[in-house]
């Protein structure tokens, strides 16, 4: 390990950003129960924000990891510190699945909860009282094995799924795979890090076409009748166990990822 600090910040806020990535996907059983898709996505926005922020503070570490080693001399144990990265990433969906009954019971009151409230902030503030706090423990919900009772006899397409654990492991080793790529090329490494940007677009389009307008239309044909709570509810534990996959891939296409990045990169310069 090139710091162990810095390590372990790293992976600590890729834990939480794919921790509430993980939850984030109980938005939309508990927009279908409530019948309020859109309050539940104002709050699927929440979560976004989230993430984002604790991206902010991981990607400044991350970076100064490369340099570190870099500047140490040390690119070769680089390799598996981006590993230990990759693995907290899974970790944190690891622990988000389980989470996933309780939270979307706890989305579920917190969406009725928006219309006394009026206001996110309201809502928050609200949350946070005594009496409300000691509420959350009877929203606890257990995971059962019962639960995933019938998941794969919905009616759901599987490319969408196939997809969805392909996108993941792109988004997954999109950045890491680049600064790896510019530490074994240091000379040349703002451009091979800047090329995350392009690899993770591709991820973004393929999740805009693919994925997020498929499960869109099964939500919205729950609200309207035509599936079941049962097909939301087997449509998110699918998308769940994809991220877990997806970040588990994300391990073995890191290094075929960065060398790919380090020749588009020498076909650039």
Do not use: C
């Not at 859109?38 to 990607?59: D, H, K, P, T, W």
């Not at 988004?171 to 940007?197: N, V």
């Not at 393929?206 to 729950?222: E, G, H, K, R």
């Amino acid at each position: 390990m090139i710091d162990i600090k810095r390590l372990m910040i790293v992976a600590f806020f890729t834990m939480v950003i794919n921790l509430v990535d993980t939850l984030s996907y109980s938005i939309r059983p508990s927009g279908v129960r409530t019948r309020k898709l859109a309050v539940a996505l104002s709050l699927f926005n929440i979560m976004a924000v989230i993430s984002r922020l604790s991206n902010m503070v991981q990607a400044p570490f991350l970076g100064s990891i490369v340099d570190m080693a870099i500047k140490m001399d040390k690119v070769h144990l680089l390799q598996n510190d981006m590993r230990i990265v990759l693995f907290s990433a899974t970790l944190g969906a690891l622990i988000g699945a389980p989470l996933m009954p309780t939270f979307v019971s706890i989305f579920t009151v917190a969406i009725n909860g928006m219309e006394g409230a009026g206001t996110v902030p309201k809502l928050i503030l609200k949350g946070f009282k005594w009496s409300n706090l000691k509420k959350i423990k009877k929203k606890i919900v257990l995971p059962r094995l019962s639960m995933l009772k019938g998941v794969w006899n919905t009616n759901i397409p599987k490319t969408f799924l196939i997809y969805n654990v392909i996108i993941t492991s792109i988004y997954t080793t999109g950045i890491i795979s680049s600064l790896y790529a510019g530490a074994i090329i240091p000379e040349y490494r703002i451009t091979a890090s800047q090329l995350s940007g392009i690899v993770n677009g591709f991820a973004t389009v393929l999740f805009t076409v693919v994925v997020d307008p498929v499960a869109a239309l099964i939500t919205d044909q729950a609200l309207s009748g035509k599936r079941t709570q049962h097909d939301v509810d087997s449509m998110v534990v699918l998308l769940v166990f994809g991220k877990i996959l997806g970040t588990l891939l994300a391990q073995l296409i890191f290094i075929p990822a960065a060398e790919l990045i380090l020749l588009v990169t020498k076909l650039i310069v």
